[in-house]
């Protein structure tokens, strides 16, 4: 090695700045894509986060209150559009379309079509609900499987330049070498950076989300078996 090119290589900036700042074009094009997908991806993950723990909140609250003992009407009313309250609004499809067919006159021999169309308006709701909350989720996908070829991208043009001063100087020691080969592992680590934290979020909130739309599946059934009960009282509305 020559004894001058350790000097030189230790005097080199290779802070995260200035490896961007005397990047390839190319390679500066891709370290800001990865940016750009690391932050889009924690934002999505950031909100998946308050999104079912608040739905997951108001579930618990409305099952609370819909199975401790009052009318149904009163529980179908404590529906918005906020998507924490997808429990809401799956009963409340179902109970109005209950509610629907006993205005119309059903004879008592049709109460159990009213019950299987209040139960297909609730799965209806729920897979509405399901895909409502896994709005996002794509992207994450898409970040967690692009951004490590994005990177590798970025690390063969970082190579290609280490190669292309190498063979502009006629030499390879580290002073010609260490700025390239430093671009390129950049470029990988802020591939791999975006990559396994979405990866991380994708998995953690499908899992969380499957969880949460089998819960209303089971809700449904839980309300569907309700609403059969009620066709044997005689005179009483929802």
Do not use: C
């Not at 799956?90 to 004879?107: L, N």
């Not at 019950?115 to 709005?135: L, Y």
């Not at 190498?166 to 390239?180: D, F, H, Q, S, Y």
């Amino acid at each position: 090695m020559d004894p001058v090119a350790l000097p030189d290589v230790v005097n080199q900036d290779f802070s995260l700045i200035a490896l961007f700042m005397s990047a390839d074009p190319i390679v500066k094009g891709v370290m800001i894509i990865l940016a750009v997908a690391s932050i889009w991806s924690w934002a999505v993950a950031i909100d998946k986060w308050f999104g079912v723990n608040a739905a997951r909140a108001r579930a618990r609250r409305f099952e609370h209150a819909f199975w401790s003992g009052q009318p149904l009407e009163d529980s179908s009313e404590r529906v918005s559009d906020r998507a924490s309250d997808a429990m809401a609004r799956v009963f409340s499809a179902g109970a109005r379309e209950w509610r629907e067919s006993r205005r119309g006159g059903q004879a008592p021999e049709e109460a159990n079509a009213m019950v299987d169309r209040a139960k297909a308006q609730m799965d209806v709701a729920v897979n509405r609900e399901t895909q409502r909350m896994e709005s996002g989720l794509s992207t994450l996908a898409i970040i967690a499987s692009s951004t490590p070829f994005i990177g590798l991208l970025g690390t063969v043009i970082g190579i290609m330049n280490s190669f292309r001063d190498i063979a502009a100087r006629g030499e390879t020691n580290l002073t010609v070498v260490a700025p390239g080969i430093a671009e390129a592992l950049f470029a990988t680590a802020l591939g791999l950076g975006a990559a396994i934290p979405a990866l991380i979020f994708y998995n953690k909130f499908s899992g969380d989300i499957s969880a949460f739309s089998e819960r209303l599946n089971n809700f449904a059934q839980e309300v569907a078996v309700r609403l059969s009960r009620r066709t044997t009282e005689r005179g009483r509305d929802i």
